[in-house]
């Protein structure tokens, strides 16, 4: 059985085992998205009129307060019947790369870094995303799914680009990723998915930009920046990596023919707890600080672990950055 769910004066079908917000992307309908796990709830939104069922919605993130104000979580919300939902804000409904799934080819599996994997996974037709989202990917036998960003500019939307770091008892890690995923295998692949991502073009002015990402929280940002960079050649664009140990660092190569390429491009690797001659000690939030006396007037964009966005976001206020111009993108574990 199929429901009418109508975002913004836009109606979509949605099965009634069907997620709100599965059933809006698929349709090309925009909604607020990053986790599409139900802990970051980025996709609250209001219930104008019918109900719905809240699922596995975690009580931290949609309280027993907000539910009864009619409140929900479009990912993990069923709906019960025809629904219309309102986002929160002066957010409205607009129009996307729609959600699709397909079956992907394993193109490349190499180490990059220490614990850390690049993967590539090649598609017989172009999948349409934003540089800086991200896809899912289903653990085969099992029904686990994970997501993770993706490295791409738009125009590369043949051969997706992951960068994988191990996690401990991870079951699409240490139980498949890291343990004998090989070139020419398929992969089930869902996306695009996740509202980090460049404004358009259109509304895209070309004002300076600092990127900060935490481990495998570079990849989206290098897409981000690639594309940044093309549209406004002459944009400053300042990137920071911050990792533990230098055998963490990867793609300096690339990074550094940016700033060959780029002449306002400028890439600051950080070291946290394993110094090493020629490079930044600390933290790439801190080393911010101590860089930029004023982000008046720039965007800021956060990619990794919690604490390292949150303490970002306090960094970019402290030099005057609007709360409008902060994009955030947290590395919650599966299990949070």
């Not at 909604?31 to 219930?47: A, I, R, Y």
């Not at 692949?189 to 600092?210: K, Q, Y």
């Amino acid at each position: 059985m199929t429901f009418a769910v109508t975002v913004g004066g836009r109606s979509v079908e949605c099965a009634g085992d069907q997620a709100l917000l599965d059933a809006c992307l698929r349709a090309g309908v925009w909604m607020p998205n990053s986790c599409n796990q139900g802990t970051c709830g980025t996709c609250k939104l209001h219930v104008v009129s019918g109900e719905v069922d809240h699922g596995d919605s975690p009580e931290e993130t949609l309280t027993a307060d907000e539910r009864a104000a009619g409140m929900t979580l479009a990912c993990q919300a069923r709906p019960r019947g025809d629904v219309e939902l309102r986002p929160q804000g002066s957010a409205a409904a607009k129009a996307v790369n729609p959600l699709r799934d397909l079956t992907a080819t394993v193109l490349e599996v190499s180490d990059i870094a220490r614990d850390t994997r690049r993967i590539v996974l090649g598609l017989d037709e172009p999948l349409a995303f934003d540089a800086g989202q991200y896809v899912e990917l289903t653990v085969p036998g099992s029904g686990v799914r994970r997501q993770y960003s993706l490295a791409n500019t738009a125009d590369e939307d043949k051969a997706l680009e992951l960068h994988v770091k191990l996690v401990p008892g991870g079951a699409a890690t240490e139980g498949w990723l890291f343990s004998g995923l090989a070139a020419g295998e398929a992969v089930e692949v869902s996306g695009p998915l996740g509202d980090f991502r460049l404004p358009d073009e259109a509304d895209d002015v070309g004002a300076p930009m600092v990127l900060i990402g935490g481990g495998t929280g570079l990849a989206p940002l290098i897409g981000i920046a690639r594309t940044a960079l093309r549209r406004h050649p002459d944009r400053d664009v300042v990137l920071y990596h911050g990792v533990r140990g230098e055998s963490e660092l990867y793609d300096l190569a690339r990074l550094s023919d940016l700033e060959r390429d780029y002449a306002n491009f400028r890439f600051v690797p950080v070291l946290s707890h394993e110094p090493a001659d020629g490079y930044r000690e600390g933290f790439p939030t801190d080393a911010f600080v101590e860089d930029i006396p004023s982000a008046r007037g720039w965007s800021g964009w956060l990619c990794g672990p919690p604490a390292m966005v949150e303490a970002g976001v306090k960094a970019f206020k402290r030099r005057r950055m609007a709360p409008r111009n902060i994009h955030r993108e947290k590395f919650t574990p599966a299990d949070a």
